[in-house]
């Protein structure tokens, strides 16, 4: 089992910039993948960005140029920095980690964050 705690979350004006973090409970040289997701209000989750195990990164076309995701091995943490912020980033952000293994591949949500872009 994988604990992930996610913070950072708040609201900030629009243009403005947020960084989120994601704690996990292992160490995350174990995990395949971490990344995260949001979902806005009537809408479905997303894919926002995601690091795969030797440090490839995908955006989504929405947040390129704007949201960098990185990680810090020796915390067992992942970031979001988010910069340039628009009302549209709204949603309630979430962690998640992918671990494989012979057995298959489990996948880990955390509780998530809310993030709220409005002047």
């Known amino acids: 089992q994988v604990q992930l705690v996610e913070s950072g979350g708040g609201l900030v004006q629009p243009g403005g910039s947020l960084r989120l973090s994601c704690a996990a409970s292992?160490?995350?040289?174990?995990?395949?993948?971490m990344g995260w997701y949001r979902q806005a209000p009537g809408k479905q989750r997303e894919l926002v960005a995601t690091?795969?195990?030797?440090?490839?990164?995908k955006y989504a076309d929405s947040v390129k140029g704007r949201f960098t995701i990185s990680r810090d091995n020796a915390k067992n943490t992942v970031y979001l920095q988010m910069n340039s912020l628009k009302p549209e980033d709204t949603a309630v952000y979430y962690c998640?980690?992918?671990?494989?293994?012979?057995?298959?591949?489990?996948?880990?949500w955390g509780q998530g964050t809310q993030v709220t872009v409005s002047s």
């Open positions: 292992i160490s995350i040289f174990n995990l395949y993948a």
């Open positions: 998640n980690a992918e671990r494989r293994a012979p057995g298959g591949t489990s996948s880990y």
């Open positions: 690091i795969i195990g030797g440090g490839s990164r």
